[in-house]
């Protein structure tokens, strides 16, 4: 069945450091999303994006984050100067168009550990 | 502005039990879809069920049911006959339909820890 996929599993990071997480959608999803969840708390939406652009941001997604799908496959999240309240579990996920209802399937997550 | 509430933060229970999770969503969209998400200690967000506002039908699947009422704004799930498998954060979550993808308002979550 596919899935979506995402590395690394886990990045340590400096204050500061620029990150790149990665994420493989579903090859036939045309829309792909950003959320975070810091632990023990809810999942937040960060971004969507759709047809090479940001389709909606959520207040979180300030000048430090960006989104990119540099090719046929992946979609990344950039994070410029990490900080401290960075340190999360970034998922990535994916659907397909709107007569499926939108329903978004996640990656395992990259757990970010800003220090 | 959309909202979910979990009310219940954690329930626990023995194997075999049932349990039922609540969910109370806001939107003023006449037209949304609700989720519910398992994240089980692995951590990764397993999709289980997507309901449509139009549609009010019950849903059953195996051991899990879920009951959709637009009256009181609730989308509660039972998972009947619990396993210790089930032990997982349940997460509810609502999007309105959008022409170019929808962002998922999550609730709280629930953690379930079933004990054997």
């Known amino acids: 069945e596919p899935e979506v996929t995402q590395t690394p599993s886990h990045q340590v990071t400096q204050m500061g450091q620029e990150v790149i997480l990665r994420c493989v959608p579903i090859?036939?999803?045309?829309?792909f999303y950003w959320y975070r969840q810091i632990l023990g708390q809810k999942v937040e939406f960060l971004v969507s994006?759709?047809?090479?652009?940001?389709?909606?941001k959520s207040e979180i997604f300030d000048d430090q984050f960006s989104v990119e799908r540099p090719d046929g496959s992946n979609f990344t999240l950039k994070i410029r100067s990490t900080k401290l309240e960075d340190s999360a579990m970034y998922f990535c996920a994916s659907s397909e168009e709107a007569n499926s209802g939108y329903t978004q399937y996640f990656g395992p997550g990259t757990r970010l550990t800003v220090l | 502005a959309q909202k979910v509430t979990q009310a219940q933060t954690e329930i626990s229970v023995v194997e075999k039990e049932d349990v039922t999770l609540d969910c109370v969503y806001e939107?003023?969209?006449?037209?949304?879809?609700l989720f519910w998400y398992k994240q089980p200690p692995s951590g990764e967000l397993v999709f289980l069920i997507r309901r449509n506002s139009f549609d009010e039908q019950n849903e059953i699947s195996g051991r899990y049911s879920w009951n959709f009422q637009k009256s009181t704004s609730s989308f509660n799930f039972t998972i009947t006959a619990s396993q210790v498998v089930d032990s997982a954060v349940y997460f509810c979550?609502?999007?309105?339909?959008?022409?170019?993808?929808?962002?998922?308002?999550f609730g709280g979550g629930t953690r379930v820890l079933v004990k054997p």
């Open positions: 979550a609502l999007s309105e339909y959008k022409a170019a993808g929808n962002k998922l308002t």
């Open positions: 994006f759709y047809n090479n652009e940001i389709s909606e």
């Open positions: 939107t003023r969209d006449t037209t949304y879809y």
């Open positions: 090859s036939n999803h045309l829309y």
